[in-house]
């Protein structure tokens, strides 16, 4: 390994309570809802609208901009409506509603055919065709990732099987299950991009999962895996390049400006889907797990599926309350509602009962310093923290606020239970804010 | 699905370490509990009854200001505890109850509660009131019991014994040359066998205590191995110039207060810097002004002192040792920043 270990971090307990289940897909649902953003970007605009038939991978929004994303059908049926409906983002979005006449009648797919031979801008189009985005929960659309300025040219690119959230295995099971998918992903992201070398990275919680992507790329020299150790936030964009090539994304960059480039094991998977078999992303693994939920599962989920036939399908909630979450422990969003559906980032959900996810009052910082040791960004988020509270939003961007990349290694190991990430993400939106503003 | 699940909603993270400002406390004051200890077997009932009433007295003062001030009354947090516990480590075996309890109310009240409590004092509050102490009754302050240990007989009938400092301190001003004086041997005073304060006679079972705060993360080397480093290190240099004025580096090492001072008090998360750097610098100061003090000032000892007058540096020293943030190491060999 070239890189090294990044500073920082915390290690919470990985509670990978799911991580033997093999995936099992999810009985398609009567009706799915389908968020015109699933994606980072412009919201996609309709080409379908209420009354109209649609298949089973029918184009139904197309992208609306450089940064945006196609849409397909999950379900063969009929689009009730567009409408309003709660979204996973914790407002409501307009949303498809469509009828599943459960035949699953799909359009005809159609693949690139000979991928080594293609041109890479050929792939790319078949990446932005099938309305990629990336699955780790940035959903940043693959095609404009795999597109960057000529002066920034991409000489590394790492794939993230690292999955640091504790909980999560929707990663770490396709890696076992589909590690040829993943591989040919990632070969097809090294064409597009004119590279032979690519990495794998996987943390050492894994060993199953390492040792067979080892086993397959052995035919492949330009592919190495790498062993990460078990960190949070190891599998974080910035940490994992940091790992993998000690080059430090600087302030406000992005991986592009060191010349490398990350995608999901899932997002890989997915391309490979579109390239060789010329399939639309409209269906995803996705982990159904926590302490408060019968029996942990990994499931093969449609877009669109609410989140209520997922806890069902893990045998239902164990408690009365509990806490929701789209995502993992660590940086997941807590849902306000389980008529949600499942969308394109959606690695995971998570059923916490009041007892993994306490909400405890915060108390005065004694300025122990954990949240400082913990920043893998060398923040100081008890600052940032105070800055925030004191309306300093000046000097909080000073100190470095729209550094925070959110992980939740400062809250989670503070004694004080004080919202660090709150009170700094509220502290980055008035930035941004005052930064339009002029 | 006809029963509704009630949600819980809540910005991430969802889930927490098992840390939490009362647990910190309460192990504080259990990794003092070997140090109290030692103390009852060498200076009997008195020592544990100061540490009670020290104990109390400040959880008590704390309750009463709260309720005066309007404020939450959070003592089951364990940082008065810790301060009470402190406090009457910081005192002799013998010191009478009132003196006691004016401790408390100096420790607290204005070591703690003036600042708007927890957190926001910039002084140690258990040092602010020995410091208090001490300049107003010398007397009680300084006249510590003789070790009497529960097995085995004493080493002499008197009934108070001066400080190994307070001999060295004496044999300087009266020009006469250490090796003249009768000082306890290194290995009583490492094991506690020698006048003093309550808690700073032992140095073996306060670095016990002081061992499993290190391992369980809640306090770090920084600030005890600069303070105690430079201690003995600037100590042991003076003695090489002049042996029969200045005692050894492990003479200074065991003899006073430094390791409960460099352990459990300068490495109060409140009053010392927030990085490890910061704590560096901090514990390289306390060691230097202590040992200023122990030499030459008009104290024979000056741990408390040393803390509290770095603790005044504290925001400025963090001022200057911010962590190097992520994004911002220039690319290597003269690469051009890519904006």
Redo the contacts between chains.
């Keep these: 390994m070239i890189g090294r270990m ?2 920082g971090g ?1 290690h ?2 990985e509670k990978k309570l799911s991580a033997d289940v093999p995936v099992k897909p999810l009985p398609v649902p009567e009706q799915v809802i389908v968020p015109l953003s699933m994606h980072i970007g412009a919201p996609a605009k309709p080409v379908v609208q209420g009354g109209d038939e649609v298949k089973l991978g029918q184009l139904i929004a197309e992208s609306s901009g450089f940064v945006s994303a196609n849409i397909h059908s999950p379900v063969s049926g009929v689009v009730r409506t567009i409408e309003p409906r709660d979204h996973p983002l914790g407002r409501k979005l307009p949303c498809f509603v469509i009828d599943n006449d459960g035949k699953d009648d799909a359009v005809e797919f159609t693949p690139l055919g000979d991928w080594p031979t293609a041109e890479p801008k050929a792939l790319i189009e078949a990446i932005h065709a099938a309305g990629i985005v990336g699955m780790g929960g940035a959903t940043f659309p693959t095609h404009v990732k795999l597109s960057p300025p000529p ?2 040219p991409i000489d590394t690119v790492i794939a993230n099987g690292v999955e640091c959230e ?1 909980y999560l295995t929707s990663d770490h099971r396709l890696m076992l299950e589909h590690p040829d998918r993943v591989l040919e992903g990632l070969r097809i992201v090294m064409r597009v991009l004119g590279l032979d070398k690519g990495f794998i990275g996987i943390e050492q919680n894994k060993p199953d999962a390492i040792a067979l992507m080892r086993e397959k790329v052995a035919d492949h020299p330009g592919v190495e895996v790498l062993a990460l150790p078990v960190r949070y936030p190891q599998g974080a964009e ?1 940490q994992l390049i ?1 790992a993998a090539t000690k ?7 992005l991986p592009m ?2 010349g490398c480039l990350v995608q999901n094991v899932g997002t890989l998977a997915a391309i490979r889907d579109a390239v060789v078999e010329g399939k639309p992303l409209v269906e995803r693994i996705v982990t159904v797990t926590g302490e408060a939920v019968a029996q942990p599962v990994n499931l093969l989920v449609r877009l669109g599926t609410p989140i ?1 036939l997922l ?2 399908a893990a045998g ?2 164990t408690v ?6 789209s995502g993992g ?10 008529q949600t559906p499942v969308i394109k980032g959606s690695s995971g959900l ?1 059923v ?1 009962g ?1 007892e ?5 009052e915060a ?8 949240c ?1 040791r913990g920043c ?5 988020p ?1 600052e940032l923290a105070r800055l925030v509270q004191n309306d300093d939003f000046a000097a909080a961007e000073a100190w ?1 606020v729209l ?1 925070c990349i ?1 992980c ?1 290694s400062c ?7 004080i ?1 660090l ?2 009170w700094i ?1 509220f502290g980055k939106a008035e930035v941004m804010a005052r930064r339009k503003k002029g | 699905m006809n029963e509704r699940l009630k949600l819980i909603v809540s910005s991430s993270p969802h889930v927490h370490s098992p840390d939490s400002i009362p647990r910190v406390m309460w192990t504080v004051v259990a990794m003092l509990v070997p140090a109290t200890l030692v103390s009852v077997y060498f200076f009997g009932l008195p020592a544990l009854l100061t540490v009670a009433l020290s104990m109390i007295g400040c959880v008590v003062v704390e309750a009463l200001l709260a309720k005066l001030f309007k404020k939450p009354i959070v003592i089951r947090d364990g940082a008065a505890a810790v301060t009470g516990i402190l406090l009457a480590l910081n005192l002799p075996a013998n010191a009478p109850w009132w003196m006691i309890l004016i401790g408390c109310v100096v420790a607290i009240g204005l070591g703690k509660m003036v600042y708007g409590g927890l957190g926001q004092n910039i002084f140690n509050p258990a040092l602010v009131a020995r410091v208090f102490l001490l300049i107003s009754f010398p007397v009680q302050m300084t006249s510590w019991p003789a070790p009497k240990p529960l097995l085995g007989s004493a080493a002499t009938d008197a009934v108070t014994a001066a400080t190994p400092l307070g001999m060295v301190k004496e044999a300087a001003m009266l020009g006469k040359p250490i090796g003249s004086l009768d000082l306890p041997g290194w290995t009583d005073m490492a094991v506690g066998y020698m006048g003093g304060s309550l808690g700073e006679i032992s140095a073996i079972a306060l670095l016990l205590g002081a061992l499993f705060l290190l391992y369980k993360g809640y306090i770090t080397w920084h600030t005890p191995v600069s303070f105690i480093g430079s201690v003995v290190v600037l100590g042991q240099v003076f003695h090489w110039i002049n042996p029969d004025l200045y005692p050894s580096g492990s003479f200074h090492l065991v003899a006073g207060g430094l390791l409960l001072g460099a352990l459990f008090m300068a490495t109060d998360m409140v009053t010392s810097p927030i990085t490890g750097k910061g704590q560096l610098i901090f514990g390289l100061g306390c060691g230097v002004i202590t040992v200023v003090i122990r030499l030459w000032g008009g104290y024979p000892e000056g741990v408390s002192f040393a803390i509290l007058l770095m603790n005044a540096f504290v925001p400025i020293i963090d001022r200057y040792t911010v962590p190097k943030k992520f994004g911002f190491t220039p690319p290597e060999k003269g690469e051009e920043e890519a904006a």
């Design positions: 990044f500073r915390v919470p307990p002066q920034f504790p910035k940091y080059r430090e994304i600087p302030s406000g960059g400006n060191v209520r806890i069902e239902g909630a009365p309350t509990a806490k929701v979450i422990p660590m940086m997941g969003l807590a849902q306000y509602t389980d998570l916490l009041p993994q996810a306490p909400v405890i108390g005065p910082c004694i300025r122990c310093g954990a400082v893998p960004m060398g923040l100081q008890t470095g550094d959110e939740g809250a989670f190991g503070c004694p004080a239970h919202k990430v709150h993400r």
